[in-house]
């Protein structure tokens, strides 16, 4: 069964340090998700993207994030000077079309030190 | 703005019983969508059911059922003869079309099934 796939599993780094989250889609997904769960917190929207732009985001993602779709199966979320207050759980998630289902992957979590 | 609320953050049950975890939703929009999504202990997001708010009728899957209102802008989950395998955090979702298709999470419900 197809999966969203994200690596690395946990990611540690220090504080001001730039991070680059990582994940593989469902191969024919078309449209591509963030979401944040700060531990024990509801899990946040951060961004949708959809031919190869963003097509909505949240309050939270400000000009620290980024993301890109550097090939034709990667979707990478960048942090470009990590705080504290980012340590959370990120998923990634994909659907086919814009109302779809949308498939999360395991998450990767962050851990800013 | 979209709004989802699981008042129950925790629920401890007894292997075997029923269970029913509630969610309401507020939203302007005529046209949703609503999910459920199981988080288990191992942190994954599991999809359990996506309903568009043209379709009232109710579903069953196994032990799972779901009732949705509009009347009372509700979309309540119950688990039927539970078992600890069920145990897990619970997510209600919400979407509209317009909006990039953003998932709005409900707060969870922390279901506990003991043997």
């Known amino acids: 069964e197809p999966e969203v796939t994200q690596t690395p599993s946990h990611q540690v780094t220090q504080m001001g340090q730039e991070v680059i989250l990582r994940c593989v889609p469902i191969?024919?997904?078309?449209?591509f998700y963030w979401y944040r769960q700060i531990l024990g917190q509801k899990v946040e929207f951060l961004v949708s993207?959809?031919?190869?732009?963003?097509?909505?985001k949240s309050e939270i993602f400000d000009d620290q994030f980024s993301v890109e779709r550097p090939d034709g199966s990667n979707f990478t979320l960048k942090i470009r000077s990590t705080k504290l207050e980012d340590s959370a759980m990120y998923f990634c998630?994909?659907?086919?079309?814009?109302?779809?289902?949308?498939?999360f992957g395991a998450g990767t979590r962050l851990s800013v030190l | 703005a979209q709004k989802v609320t699981q008042a129950q953050t925790e629920i401890s049950v007894v292997e075997k019983e029923d269970v029913t975890l509630d969610c309401v939703y507020e939203?302007?929009?005529?046209?949703?969508?609503l999910f459920w999504y199981k988080q288990p202990p191992s942190g994954e997001l599991v999809f359990l059911i996506r309903?568009?708010?043209?379709?009232?009728q109710n579903e069953i899957s196994g032990r799972y059922s779901w009732n949705f209102q509009k009347s009372t802008s509700s979309f309540n989950f119950t688990i039927t003869a539970s078992q600890v395998v069920d145990s897990a955090v619970y997510f209600c979702?919400?979407?509209?079309?317009?909006?990039?298709?953003?998932?709005?999470f409900g707060g969870g419900t922390r279901l506990m099934v003991k043997p």
């Open positions: 998630a994909s659907s086919l079309r814009g109302a779809d289902i949308q498939y």
């Open positions: 191969s024919n997904h078309l449209y």
């Open positions: 993207f959809y031919n190869n732009e963003i097509s909505e």
């Open positions: 939203t302007r929009d005529t046209t949703y969508y």
């Open positions: 309903r568009n708010s043209f379709d009232e």
């Open positions: 979702a919400l979407s509209v079309p317009w909006a990039g298709n953003m998932l709005t």
